[in-house]
């Protein structure tokens, strides 16, 4: 299949700038994968297409602020460093820019001081492997420090960190959110518990790379990034035990949804585990686990629209998305919500 096959025409102004202050009233598109059918309702309406036995999957990740902003020490010259991946205890993986400022031995300053950094390596790729120096618990320091890595799309400024977190993030790691879970609140999460939906958590720390754009004409040339995941045997029993039953997983994210076909055998069963998956779901495959995803609008030409028009045909996902331009739909990381049931 070709790139191009992906297109589809987005006004800049669908693209969403700064998230809804009441999580879970945004919009919401119910496309029947199957029909293309479309119903629009409000992200609350959720609770009424999952039913008792149900699970629905989310991924429990947290995003560091990870966006460093200094200055070299000696010139005063300004530096940004992003956070990419831990490789030791104070050593990562990072982008860099300017690039220039970031020669090996390079040594720099954030918050006057508390936190140094020096460049030890300069990959293959451009990135720089970065130790860095500091006084009590990185997170912490990190924390004070740092901003949220938000989506190159977006320009407005965040102002509460908190809002570019789902309300069940634990586990920290990710560079990007998984903005499909964005719109639920604590509230509405008991009440779908209490209906007797089997709530799960697993955990995939999002890389930047699912911002790369596909730079191939055949998709199938694509090189996929990979990202650590990780299932516990609880959350592998909720899920077998409601295929088992007869009853949808219901993933809630491109990322929960990638790391359930991951680690599903051919039976659709899942087992506790942890290890990367580069995994690229695009048409032509076929779902061993998930039945239902609820997901956010997407980038034109871009891994996940390949990977939404898997689930329920690439022509019901374009005409779907031809619909919510149509109705304005908000766009992208904190746009409005699809549901394929």
């Not at 899920?239 to 991951?262: D, Q």
């Not at 039976?267 to 585990?273: F, L």
């Amino acid at each position: 299949m070709r790139i191009t096959d992906f297109d589809f025409y987005l006004p800049k102004e669908l693209i969403a700038q700064h998230p809804l202050k009441q999580r879970d009233e945004a919009r919401l598109m119910v496309l029947d994968k199957n029909s293309g059918n479309v119903e629009h309702k409000v992200f609350r309406d959720i609770i009424d297409y999952l039913n008792q036995g149900d699970c629905l999957v989310l991924n429990d990740t947290r995003v560091l602020p990870a966006r460093l902003i200094g200055s070299k020490e000696g010139t005063g010259g300004k530096m940004e460093i992003l956070l990419l991946k831990r490789t030791e205890d104070d050593t990562w993986e990072t982008l860099v820019k300017p690039g220039k400022r970031a020669r090996v031995g390079s040594r720099f300053n954030f918050g006057n001081g508390e936190l140094k950094a020096e460049i030890l390596e300069e990959k293959e790729d451009g990135n720089r492997m970065v130790k860095f120096e500091y006084a009590g618990i990185f997170e912490e320091v990190l924390d004070r420090l740092g901003q949220m890595p938000l989506p190159p799309y977006i320009k407005e400024k965040l102002e509460d960190k908190e809002m570019y977190q789902t309300v069940y993030s634990k586990e920290e790691g990710s560079a990007a959110a998984p903005t499909a879970g964005l719109h639920f609140t604590k509230e509405l999460l008991s009440k779908i518990a209490e209906k007797g939906v089997e709530i799960a958590f697993l955990t995939l720390h999002v890389g930047l790379g699912t911002f790369r754009p596909v730079k191939v004409e055949n998709i199938e040339d694509h090189d996929m990034h990979s990202e650590y995941y990780r299932m516990t045997k609880d959350t592998s029993d909720k899920i077998n035990k409601a295929k088992e039953t007869g009853h949808k997983i219901v993933a809630v994210g491109t990322t929960s949804c990638r790391t359930l076909e991951t680690i599903g055998d051919e039976d659709g069963r899942v087992r506790e585990q942890s290890g990367w998956t580069d995994i690229f779901i695009y048409p032509g495959y076929k779902y061993k686990v998930v039945d239902n995803l609820i997901t956010n609008f997407h980038l034109p030409e871009s891994t996940l629209i390949m990977l939404v028009s898997a689930l329920c045909g690439r022509e019901n996902i374009l005409n779907a998305y031809k619909i919510a331009v149509d109705e304005e739909y908000r766009f992208f990381s904190f746009g409005d919500a699809m549901f394929i049931k």
